[in-house]
């Protein structure tokens, strides 16, 4: 099992670009998630998926898109890429609800847009 | 709002020394609490969960406690070693996951 994987490691963005964050995971996991990172803050949850085809906010939407049109991939885009939205993208997944079950995370995409 | 503080912050001890980290929150009711360990440019990884019904849970030299009552959590680390350095994040859930900011511990030869 590779687990959760995601790409590109590292992206520099000038603004106004737009972007596909990739996650894929192979343990056939229901749910997975976005968060951000921020130095001096907790992850923040920026969309989820309980499911394909099914997508839902989290705490900090605004700028994001998502779709999951199958189990194993959970793309995240930003639209127009701001200052404001640099910093370490995490993927996650768990089996059914991430409240109740081990979450597993991607190595994290470092963003920096100029 | 819901709020989960760790401290200390950061921490510096020596290797083969003990600690205990500490995690003081505000989320009630909760179905449970975690601990995850970070290293530097890794995504966290889960540690220990514990639902509010468990005193203590160990993995390893890691052991966690949880006192529902003061509504706090402390993780326990024994005989520390080098790769311990780490960031170590407590986690409570409710309807969805409330991050604390991390202690950011280092142990030194």
């Known amino acids: 099992n590779a687990g959760v994987t995601q790409t590109p490691k590292f992206q520099v963005l000038k603004t106004g670009q737009s972007m596909t964050l990739q996650c894929a995971q192979d343990?056939?996991?229901?749910?997975m998630s976005w968060y951000r990172q921020d130095p001096g803050m907790g992850l923040r949850l920026i969309h989820y998926s309980v499911g394909a085809g099914i997508t839902d906010q989290g705490e900090v939407p605004n700028g994001y898109n998502v779709s999951r049109s199958t189990t194993e991939d959970f793309p995240l885009r930003l639209l127009s890429a701001a200052p404001s939205q640099t910093s370490v993208y995490f993927c996650?997944?768990?089996?059914?609800?991430?409240?109740?079950?081990?979450?597993?995370f991607g190595p994290g995409t470092r963003l920096t847009v100029l | 709002k819901n709020q989960v503080e760790q401290s200390p912050q950061s921490l510096i001890i020596l290797e083969g020394k003990n600690c205990t980290l500490q995690c003081n929150y505000t989320v009630s009711p909760f179905s449970n609490l975690r601990w995850y360990k970070q290293d530097t440019g890794r995504g966290p990884v889960s540690l220990t969960i514990m639902t509010f019904s468990e005193n203590t849970k160990s993995n390893g030299r890691y052991t966690a406690t949880l006192d529902a009552d003061t509504k706090q959590s402390s993780l326990h680390i024994t005989a520390s070693q080098l790769s311990d350095s780490a960031s170590y994040i407590c986690?409570?859930?409710?309807?969805?996951?409330?991050f604390g900011k991390g202690t950011k511990l280092s142990v030194i030869p």
């Open positions: 996650a997944s768990s089996y059914n609800s991430e409240a109740t079950d081990t979450q597993y």
């Open positions: 986690v409570v859930s409710e309807d969805q996951l409330t």
């Open positions: 343990m056939n996991h229901e749910y």
